[in-house]
């Protein structure tokens, strides 16, 4: 299955644990200086992507993830002049609170109705178990969210978005050391299950000539696995892939493993995000060298067929 192929695609991150205004721009991401944005931008615990793409004269928009809240998403919106109504259409990743927290919010903001596609296994109430005790349920509650004007269309299977953008559909698991998260759990039929997240899926972009884009959220199922199925399903050359790789959590070994996997793909930029953790995105730094980049509140990756 394959998206239209674009000539240009921009990538802004709205949302994400990190922002420093002292960060340069590099050959693919543009930074966000001082006094550039109508209002100081947020960070938080959250994840949020807007992502826009161009083919020929033909414009089009998808917002990934809402953050843990409306109020950094709102703020960085604002302060980045996007006016809300201007969202053609959303994707959540998974069920977390930290990705659909914002969405409520958002369409109160709006004027017009809002489209969230979505697995429907991402409505399920879901935990953390600690070892200082549970978090949660955080439960993404399908009624409210109707009530506030979102339109949900729950897929399972790769879909193709508004002709540009590849929604992954359930992610196939085929590497050994990509495991389930022990701590995360599900509540089905009123019990705690292992939480495998079938829900949760990633977001892909084809730039013509150049190779696909890969968007993840907080990658539960594994970058690698996400990287390898998205590149199965679009017989594409992997160029880009960003997003939370969820890496704080693993081994030394695990994490060394999946900056491999990452490294075997040969993309041109791999950007960390959100839930990486510090200590493997510094790895992922010195293992990738100038195909690594900081990711940052504001920043834009962009490329083009040019």
Not at 63 to 74: E, K, Q, R, W
Not at 155 to 160: D, G
Not at 236 to 265: M, P, Q, W, Y
Request: aromatic fraction near 10%; charged fraction near 25%; charge should be negative.
């Amino acid at each position: 299955m394959r998206p239209l192929a674009v000539d240009r695609v921009k990538i802004t991150i709205l949302v994400d644990n990190y922002y420093d205004v002292l960060l340069p721009s590099t050959k693919y991401v543009k930074r966000v200086t001082p006094g550039q944005t109508k209002k100081p931008l947020m960070a938080g615990h959250g994840f949020s992507l807007f992502v826009e793409v161009w083919k020929g004269e033909r414009y089009a928009n998808i917002l990934v993830d809402s953050s843990h809240s409306y109020i950094p998403l709102l703020n960085n919106l604002e302060a980045l002049g996007i006016d809300p109504d201007s969202i053609e259409t959303a994707f959540l990743t998974h069920g977390h609170f930290d990705h659909f927290g914002g969405f409520a919010g958002l369409a109160e903001k709006r004027t017009k109705p809002l489209t969230v596609y979505v697995h429907p296994d991402a409505f399920y109430p879901k935990l953390v178990v600690t070892p200082a005790g549970k978090r949660g349920p955080w439960n993404f509650d399908k009624k409210a969210n109707e009530e506030k004007g979102i339109t949900f269309v729950e897929e399972r299977l790769s879909t193709i978005i508004n002709d540009f953008f590849l929604a992954s559909g359930e992610i196939e698991r085929t590497t050994e050391f990509e495991k389930p998260w022990p701590a995360a759990k599900v509540i089905k039929d009123g019990k705690e299950v292992q939480d495998l997240f079938i829900d949760e899926q990633a977001l892909g972009v084809i730039v013509e000539g150049k190779g696909l884009v890969v968007m993840a959220g907080c990658s539960h199922p594994g970058i690698v696995n996400i990287t390898r199925h998205m590149a199965n399903i679009t017989q594409e050359r992997v160029l880009c892939v960003v997003g939370g790789f969820h890496l704080s959590i693993l081994s030394e070994d695990d994490v060394e493993k999946t900056i491999n996997g990452l490294a075997e793909f040969e993309p041109e930029l791999v950007v960390p995000c959100h839930c990486t953790g510090f200590y493997p995105t510094c790895r992922m730094c010195v293992r990738l060298g100038e195909r690594f980049a900081v990711n940052c509140v504001g920043s834009a990756i962009e490329f083009s067929k040019e």
